[in-house]
């Protein structure tokens, strides 16, 4: 209930939880470590991954924008197939289900009544469930098999934040853990690297003033804005889609870079601010040529690049964490553009028109 957490010194919960992503990631690391160290996940979970032929995810919202960065992270590590589906579309839509499905649903309130309905109806199919959510308890936590917790601590903000990234970390694990029960090779220690992301975290918590220019260069004015990025970065694009228009009600739209002359190119005119994300080298010089071609259009670009990736246009350069890992910070910049951007236009940041924090009917 926000009127038991306290603000603080804050002057708004978005802007708090935002903050308190590191801290998040480093209670979700030490939350799922064992004795031994090693990360660690209930074996019926673990048992339930691995009996499965494909996984379908189901989510709405941001949770669904965790879904498809959870769908890279399953299929390269654990190499299972998963599909990933707006819960809304799922019901009426189904697609042909494999032999042995399990479903995953990732929800932050655990209350989302569209992924509710995907989940009674899969369980009459007789199908098993896991859920991933922030609320112990909660309806889609008691109601499906397994439950995996984010331990996020209550998010009040509408516009979703930390729940996002804790949702990554935790498909992280999962997927990780899951990797290693089926003697597939995990060349990284996830331990140490979700350690990098949370202290990357840190230095991008801390360059908020640069957010603030950015917001206030690109966003004070302008009608629209892209959001644009290639595999993983055009996932977290979407998610910086989302945070824009849900507070600062700017027409924003997240593209895949190959698809911008398919169409949304028409779409460009002198000045539209167009967020490029740059943090994956085997896309690094395609996802720069769209950046070419939206500029050449008259757009005002504006580059967020990784360490060891960037160049002179950049605008902003995230600090290097290991590659399948880059959604978890790079969504950081986004969120806090968002925020200030919503600052400028005067727009109400936590509680945005039209929107509630969990949507409980159909
Ligand atoms: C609402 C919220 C979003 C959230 C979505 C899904 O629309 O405003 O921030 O992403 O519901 O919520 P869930 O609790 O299922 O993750």
Same mark, same amino acid.
């Not at 399990?102 to 309905?117: C, H, K, P, W, Y």
């Given at each position: ?11 708004? !919960? ?26 660690? %996940? ?9 009996? &499965? ?18 769908? =890279?992270?399953?299929?390269?590590? /654990? ?12 019901? *009426? ?28 109806? %899969?369980?009459?199919?007789? *199908? ?7 609320? $112990? #308890? ?7 098999? *397994?439950?995996?917790?984010?331990? &996020?601590?209550?998010?009040?903000? @509408?516009?979703?934040?930390?729940? !996002? ?30 350690? %990098? ?33 290639? #595999? ?18 700017? =027409? ?20 539209? $601010?167009? @967020?490029?994300? /740059?943090?994956?080298?085997? @896309?690094?010089?395609? %996802? ?6 939206? &500029?050449?259009? #008259? /757009?005002? $670009? ?30 950081? $910049? ?21 929107? &509630? ?6």
């Amino acid at each position: 209930d926000a009127s038991d957490i306290e603000k603080g010194t804050y002057p708004h !919960y978005m802007l708090k939880e935002i903050d308190e992503q590191p801290a998040v990631v480093r209670k979700i690391v030490q939350t799922y470590r064992n004795e031994q160290g090693d990360l660690n %996940i209930d074996e019926g979970i673990v048992k339930a991954m691995n009996d &499965a032929d494909r996984i379908y995810i189901i989510a709405a919202g941001t949770s669904y924008h965790a879904g498809l960065v959870g769908k =890279q992270f399953i299929e390269k590590l /654990a190499k299972v197939p998963v599909e990933v589906h707006i819960s809304s579309e799922f019901g *009426y839509n189904m697609p042909l289900l494999s032999e042995k499905p399990l479903f995953i649903f990732i929800s932050q309130s655990g209350e989302t009544a569209d992924s509710r309905a995907v989940l009674v109806e %899969i369980k009459e199919l007789g *199908y098993k469930a896991l859920t991933i959510t922030n609320v $112990p #308890g909660s309806t889609l936590s008691r109601e499906a098999d *397994y439950t995996l917790l984010l331990h &996020a601590g209550p998010e009040i903000a @509408v516009a979703s934040t930390k729940a !996002y990234t804790a949702q990554l970390a935790v498909l992280a694990i999962l997927a990780e853990v899951t990797a290693k029960s089926r003697g597939m090779n995990v060349d990284f220690d996830l331990t140490q690297e979700l350690g %990098i992301v949370a202290n990357a975290m840190d230095v991008l918590c801390g360059a908020k003033e640069e957010f603030e220019e950015i917001a206030r260069e690109y966003l004070a004015t302008t009608r629209n804005c892209f959001f644009i990025g290639r #595999g993983i970065d055009f996932y977290v694009g979407l998610e910086g889609a989302l945070k824009l228009k849900e507070i600062s009600y700017i =027409q924003a739209e997240g593209f895949a870079g190959g698809e911008l002359k398919h169409g949304t190119i028409a779409l460009i005119e002198n000045g539209t $601010p167009v @967020v490029a994300l /740059a943090t994956q080298e085997s @896309v690094n010089l395609s %996802i720069r040529g769209n950046v070419k071609e939206v &500029a050449a259009r #008259g /757009a005002n $670009p504006c580059i967020i690049s990784m360490k060891g990736l960037e160049t002179d246009e950049d605008r902003f350069v995230i600090p290097e964490v290991h590659g399948l890992l880059t959604p978890l910070i790079s969504v950081i $910049p986004l969120q806090l553009i968002s925020y200030y951007a919503a600052l400028h236009r005067e727009c109400d940041v936590d509680k945005p028109r039209n929107l &509630a924090k969990s949507v409980t009917v159909e």
